[in-house]
């Protein structure tokens, strides 16, 4: 328990790649040091057994999201997003836009933010959490289930990507900005396997975005946040007049990690 504690311990940040804290390369230090203590046998150069890994992530400053007229004139553009990078592939997205509020439905079907839109083929932007959340203030659960959900309804419909705001009501967007980070460092996968397919682009980005593509609606998302919390009816709609252009642009290079490895010897001496 006491190893445990220390290496899955939370500043250890999950020991993955591309972290604020060196995790990964903290613990590789600490086991290699636990079986010196115990004097087993390396498995490796100094119990090292190096790792081949491809680190893909996306390039920021060539990543943008752009709203557009139905004559094809920009609108609005922006480098302030962030995305899973997935595959090693560019992404290139163009699509027609629907408003999904929530993007909730509730247990009873009484209460459905789909209800009355096509998500097949379109950008589909919503909000986190739900009514029923945002409107209790003292709520400070982790809604990871909750979005992830979400995630699921909305690629099974075949939308194109899905472009997530944190919800104008929400005074701590701790989790919103976890997932940012999340996002920010990458993807990893063994040299020479098989990159991580993402079946849409799940697309992070703010309220200056979000009120930029609601502009035809002439509200901003906090307006119709406060429309939906205080009818407690959904207010999704497609915007007729703009479509949006998402570039993700990605940068893919060798990484090494390491296993660590001992050898404890059998007693039988054949």
């Known amino acids: 328990k006491a190893h445990l504690e220390f290496i899955a311990g939370d500043n250890m940040q999950g020991r993955d790649f591309g972290t604020k804290i060196p995790g990964l390369e903290i613990t590789a230090d600490y086991l290699r040091s636990q079986c010196l203590k115990m004097g087993l046998k390396p498995g490796g150069d100094n119990y090292s057994q190096p790792v081949k890994m491809v680190s ?32 090693v592939n560019n992404d290139t997205i163009k699509a027609k836009i629907v408003f999904a509020g929530y ?6 079907k009484s209460y459905n933010d789909y209800e009355g839109i096509e998500l097949k083929d379109k950008a589909v932007m919503l909000m986190t959490r739900n009514r ?6 003292t709520n400070k659960d982790d809604n990871t289930n909750l979005e992830m959900a979400k995630f699921a309804r909305i690629m099974m419909s075949g939308a194109k990507a899905i472009i997530f705001i944190p919800d104008p009501l929400n005074r701590d967007n701790g989790w919103f900005e976890m997932v940012k980070d999340y996002a920010s460092q990458g993807t990893y996968f063994l040299e020479g396997g098989k990159s991580m397919e993402i079946p849409g682009n799940i697309i992070l980005a703010g309220s200056e975005t979000a009120d930029a593509i609601l502009k035809e609606s002439g509200k901003s998302l ?12 959904p207010n999704s709609f497609e915007l007729e007049n703009v479509t949006v252009e998402i570039q993700v642009t990605k940068k893919a290079e060798t990484v090494t990690g390491e296993n660590i490895i ?9």
């Open 262 to 270: 001992a050898v404890i010897e059998g007693s039988d001496p054949v």
């Open 222 to 233: 906090k307006e119709i946040q406060l429309e939906i919390n205080d009818s407690g009816k």
């Open 103 to 108: 993007g909730w439905v509730n247990e009873d």
């Open 56 to 87: 893909v992530q996306t390039e920021k400053e060539n990543t943008f999201i752009t709203v557009k007229n139905s004559d094809g004139e920009e609108l609005y553009k922006s480098t302030d997003i962030y995305t899973f990078p997935g595959s």
């Open 132 to 137: 029923k959340i945002a409107n209790d203030t």
